[in-house]
């Protein structure tokens, strides 16, 4: 089959690729529409050393890892709750929260899914306190030149996490368009015995035609 054979069958029946796309795509958005948004707040905490030598370098990287574990527990999700008046439950909020690191700039990145973005802001904020408080209280037992101190980089970054419509929407236009191409090409072949053109004659019977009988008019 040619590229002419091709574009006679897009001419026919594009008509049912159009419809699946903006079908799919339509339904899609109006599937995201309708779910609950979810945002995301994220707060960075910055751990800086008192001094950079190596030891204290090496040190900062272990207390990462602790501290993410630290935070990540229902200890201190209950800890934010009650400080923030929460309707929660610990393993709700431990459950909307991750925590993570980053070794390379010795930071705790702190990100809260929840469907008011306010709120997700707050108790992303509220996290890193927690963190800045903990540590200020371990520095006091330790020698200045062997504190680790941890500071909150900035006010907490919040975004809407889920639904897209607009990327879900697009994903629906491109399955619609797979789809219809699929249904197109079946129903080609499902009627492919059946012959309309001299094209048709020729690609079944491997055979040119000679000649043809016009239509009569009247």
Do not use: C, H
Not at 96 to 124: C, H, K, M, N, Y
Not at 184 to 196: D, G, M
Not at 197 to 217: N, S
């Amino acid at each position: 089959m040619n590229l002419i054979e091709y574009g006679r069958i897009l001419w026919r029946r594009g008509w049912i690729i159009i419809l699946l796309m903006l079908i799919a795509a339509g339904s899609a958005y109006l599937l995201s529409k309708a779910q609950t948004p979810i945002y995301r707040a994220t707060q960075k905490v910055l751990f800086i050393p008192s001094r950079a030598d190596l030891s204290v370098t090496e040190s900062t990287s272990r207390l990462l890892s602790q501290n993410v574990e630290f935070l990540d527990s229902e200890l201190i999700a209950q800890q934010v709750i009650d400080a923030l008046s929460l309707d929660m439950l610990p393993g709700q909020l431990k459950d909307a929260t991750t925590v993570a690191s980053d070794q390379f700039r010795f930071l705790i990145q702190i990100d809260v899914d929840l469907p008011d973005a306010a709120l997700a802001g707050q108790v992303a904020r509220q996290y890193g306190l927690v963190m800045v408080e903990t540590r200020n209280q371990r520095n006091q037992t330790v020698r200045r030149e062997d504190q680790i101190d941890a500071q909150l980089q900035d006010n907490p970054s919040i975004g809407l996490l889920q639904p897209r419509p607009t990327i879900n929407a697009a994903a629906g236009a491109v399955l619609g368009l797979l789809l219809g191409a699929v249904i197109v090409f079946v129903l080609e072949y499902l009627e492919s015995s059946i012959v309309r053109r001299r094209e048709d004659i020729e690609r079944g019977l491997e055979l040119p035609v000679l000649a043809t009988i016009p239509d009569i008019e009247g």
